[in-house]
């Protein structure tokens, strides 16, 4: 009895690495078959390959990248900041791995940015893709792309930090301008002993005083709204000058080559020995 007990065991031990080449195998199968789909430009798909990959392990570095670079191209760029987030935490990684995910994930971040209503929303996005992008340059020095990516990030977060200071600057007008229109109804209260000449001028002066602010405000609105519109037109130039180098280089990009703001291709994994 006892030696059937000891040949079980053996068995289940044995088996065990039998059923780790199988989980592996299944995984490298459905990476490859999302390599393929994503080089096809069929995201969707390539999205479901890798995720049947990482069903079966949740720490394949390989398809967690490959889905981050998925989900980029079907613009869900707070997904794939989440999966760039997990390959970055997996051990073992190389400077340029690392380096390559930082540079992808600054170019989420960048993305996400660009997608908001106007600029000052989107600064913690153009924060985040600065951070990225020098912490790739850090790994990779010599990357020309990812010192673009830089340059053109710094550029979007302090449109969104003047574009705040602006807003900013607006509304402590508005409080300036109630705080005077209160002194000055106080002042009148002061004065009804005085004499009906001295109020009627007084309020003469107001309502020109009011004509006034009334002209300036709708003068400041016009121009808020002038800035408003280049800011929107700036905006839409800069996503399709954005989109058009995403564009120009996708041949490049399907061969880790990444161009400007463009994220690196799936990478090929090993044969299945």
Known sequence: MKSFKSFLILVLVAALPVLLSAQNSTVRKETRKGNREYKAQKYDRAEVNYLRALHQDSNAYRAQYNLGNTLYRQQKY???INHFDKALAQP???????????HNRGNSYLKAGLQKENRAEGMQQFQQAVNDY???LKLAPKNDDTRYNLSYAKKMLQQAQQQQQQQGGGQNQDNKDKNKDKNKDQNQQGNNGQDNQKDQQQQQNKQQQQQNQNQQQNQQDRQQQKQQKRQQ????????????????????TMKENAKKVEVAAPRSIEKDW
């Open 233 to 252: 037109q700036q905006k839409k130039q800069d996503a399709e000058r954005l989109l058009e180098a995403v564009k120009n280089n996708e041949k490049n």
């Open 78 to 80: 707070n997904e794939a």
């Open 134 to 136: 020098q912490e790739a």
């Open 92 to 102: 073992g990684l190389s400077d340029k791995e690392r380096s390559r995910i930082l």
